[in-house]
């Protein structure tokens, strides 16, 4: 019944851009929490970025600050991720989230309170 789409994933040189897209269908979410986490191969689930739809606003990891936006657009139940200044480190699966409440600040980065997720696509920064 509930699924997030994902795209915009794909190769690029450090310091190049790309943006990822995540449209949620059988659910709204305009009153909860919609972010990405990403998992590089032999590595733990790392939280990037979230937007808390209702009295929230955006929040991002430190290893992002400064070069990843998330955006959000109510009426298409959807949230962008804008990725500029990549580095080979940010090389990684991204996957969408999203919860149907808010979270709040100290729960985002947990992945456990996430129970609809994307199938994930591949981030590849390299030289």
């Known amino acids: 019944q509930v699924q997030l789409v994902e795209s915009g994933g794909g190769a690029v040189q450090p310091g190049g851009s790309l943006g990822l897209s995540c449209a949620a269908s059988?659910?709204?979410?305009?009153?909860?929490?919609m972010g990405w986490f990403r998992q590089a191969p032999g590595k733990v689930r790392e939280f990037v970025a979230v937007f808390r739809w209702t009295g929230g606003g955006s929040h991002y990891a430190d290893s992002v600050k400064g070069r990843f936006t998330i955006s959000r657009d109510r009426a298409k139940n959807t949230v962008l991720l804008q990725m500029n200044s990549l580095k080979p480190e940010d090389t990684a699966v991204y996957y969408c989230?999203?919860?149907?409440?808010?979270?709040?600040?100290?729960?985002?980065?947990?992945?456990?309170?996430?129970?609809?997720w994307g199938q994930g696509t591949q981030v590849t920064v390299s030289s």
């Open positions: 059988g659910r709204t979410f305009s009153s909860g929490t």
């Open positions: 989230a999203a919860i149907d409440s808010r979270l709040i600040l100290n729960r985002v980065w947990d992945a456990e309170n996430y129970p609809y």
